[in-house]
């Protein structure tokens, strides 16, 4: 279990910014399970500024209380449904430290993998038709990094046939973007990093995807070009072979599933 927390803590710490409060409006001093129950109310309600005020009292005035751990799983959905990716993700390193032997540390991944999809994604990009593969990587890298953790220790996870949907939407998207990359060499006349981006990167991380055999006629170009006939010949000879072959298409993954915490 000390494995799956310290794979975590790296794959969400990576795009975590100082998080601060959500609010600096002033909550009453009251008993935690008041607190936590006013907090329930507005979650019920979807209104998740107010939640977010009462969870944060109830985690930083009860630590380490009967309703810590369930305010923290809480406090994790109401960022992530309000679109603060940041605390979001700072809340889920900060539960995964708290509780490394959780019984939800599933749900916890699921959602920081969620959150560092989102992170890549917005409704901006989505109105003007932007290819995100064009577009920064690391927070696909990271959401694909709570997904593999997820799928490794957690097979049997309610969460993890959807992670594993979006792990292979992921890997094409980042294949792509090595392919669009070796695409902006070769149009240089840059055919040694053409060879690099494709042989080194590109067919070695991602190879059982459809942009890795894409690749292949531009790196038979660049061999050619560099005058590596004999490596020319061998990547000839895979492309041959691979004639007619098809991918099928992978279907977007829902952008922000509506998916509750657990309970305790």
């Known amino acids: 279990m000390?494995?799956?927390?310290a794979?975590?803590?790296?794959?969400?710490?990576?795009l975590v910014l100082?998080?601060?409060?959500?609010?600096?409006e002033q909550v009453e001093q009251a008993p935690a399970q008041e607190l936590y129950q006013k907090a329930q109310e507005y979650l019920q309600d979807e209104n998740y500024r107010q939640a977010i005020r009462y969870l944060e009292a109830t985690d930083n005035r009860f630590p380490y209380g009967e309703y810590a751990q369930q305010a923290d799983l809480n406090l994790i959905y109401a960022y992530y449904r309000s679109e603060?990716?940041?605390n979001a993700l700072s809340t889920a390193d900060r539960y995964l430290q708290k509780y490394p032997q959780g019984p939800h540390l599933d749900y916890v991944l699921y959602i920081a993998g969620l959150t560092n999809m989102a992170l890549g994604d917005n409704l901006?990009?989505?109105?003007?038709?932007?290819?995100?593969?064009?577009r920064e990587t690391k927070p696909r890298e990271n959401a694909y990094g709570n997904f593999e953790t997820l799928a490794r220790y957690f097979p049997n996870s309610e969460y993890t046939k959807d992670a594993v949907k979006r792990m292979q939407y992921i890997r094409e998207s980042l294949a792509k973007h090595q392919y669009?990359?070796?695409?902006?060499?070769?149009?240089?006349?840059?055919?040694v990093a053409v060879v690099n981006r494709i042989q080194d990167i590109l067919l070695r991380q991602y190879p059982e995807t459809s942009?890795?055999?894409?690749?292949?006629?531009?790196?038979?170009?660049?061999y050619t070009e560099l005058h590596l006939d004999k490596q020319a010949a061998e990547i000839?000879?895979?492309?041959?072979n691979g004639q007619g072959k098809t991918f099928p298409e992978l279907e977007k993954p829902e952008s922000a599933p509506d998916v509750k915490p657990p309970l305790n």
């Open 124 to 134: 901006f990009q989505d109105f003007f038709g932007v290819d995100r593969s064009s």
């Open 84 to 86: 603060d990716y940041v």
């Open 2 to 5: 000390n494995k799956i927390k």
């Open 18 to 24: 100082t998080a601060c409060s959500n609010s600096k």
């Open 211 to 222: 942009y890795a055999y894409y690749a292949l006629p531009m790196l038979q170009e660049a």
């Open 180 to 191: 669009e990359i070796a695409q902006f060499y070769q149009k240089r006349g840059a055919y």
């Open 236 to 240: 000839a000879k895979v492309v041959a």
């Open 7 to 14: 794979i975590a803590i790296t794959a969400l710490s990576a």
